[in-house]
């Protein structure tokens, strides 16, 4: 277990490296990218627990889901 987390830490490392050469810019692109990709992933699975919510109310959820996790 130690061995996988070692090996994530190292890939953070490198990513913070491969970001610091980034213009600013390009720096917020990939952070907004990011987020879109984590609501989506939030949405995707609340969206297979409730199917039948309206979009309004899944996206409530995804709000508490973030909140939470704050």
Known sequence: MQKSAFRSEAIDREQIRILEKLPPHKRVRAMLDAREL?????????????????????????????????
Not at 41 to 54: A, E, F
């Open 38 to 70: 984590a609501v989506g992933l939030i949405r995707g699975r609340l969206r297979k627990k409730y199917p039948d919510l309206s979009i309004n109310l899944l996206n409530l959820k995804v709000l508490e889901e973030l909140e939470r996790a704050r």
